[in-house]
Nanobody
Framework: QVQLVESGGGLVQAGGSLRLACAAS????????MGWYRQAPGRQRELVAT???????TYADSVKGRFTISRDSAKNTVYLQMNSLKPEDTAVYYC??????????????WGQGTQVTVSS
């Protein structure tokens, strides 16, 4: 069993910053990748950023240059530093991880979500 627990969401004014964290625990043999998705009211969940086991990162065009994803392998934790926040960044942010839990099984796991609200 794998658990992902997010933290760091909240209310911030436009132009401000927040840092999200997602800590993974449980039976973890190897991470393939970890990432962040978000879902705004009435919209589909969308990819924000991912980081691979090798450290390569990808970003949605809407957040490039403003958000930075990073990971601390020793702590099984992934971070999302969000700068220059805009009201359109308002959403529930979900941590996502693709984890090998044993040699014959790799699963995709989700956190419970953390609310980010950016006021204008």
């Amino acid at each position: 069993q794998v658990q992902l627990v997010e933290s760091g969401g909240g209310l911030v004014q436009a132009g401000g910053s927040l840092r999200l964290a997602c800590a993974a625990s449980g039976r973890i043999f190897r991470f393939n990748y970890m990432g962040w998705y978000r879902q705004a009211p009435g919209r589909q969940r969308e990819l924000v950023a991912t980081v691979s086991s090798g450290g390569s990162s990808t970003y949605a065009d809407s957040v490039k240059g403003r958000f930075t994803i990073s990971r601390d392998s020793a702590k099984n934790t992934v971070y999302l530093q969000m700068n220059s926040l805009k009201p359109e960044d308002t959403a529930v942010y979900y941590c996502n991880a693709h984890i090998m839990v044993r040699a014959d099984f790799t699963g995709t796991y989700w956190g419970q979500g953390t609310q980010v609200t950016v006021s204008s």
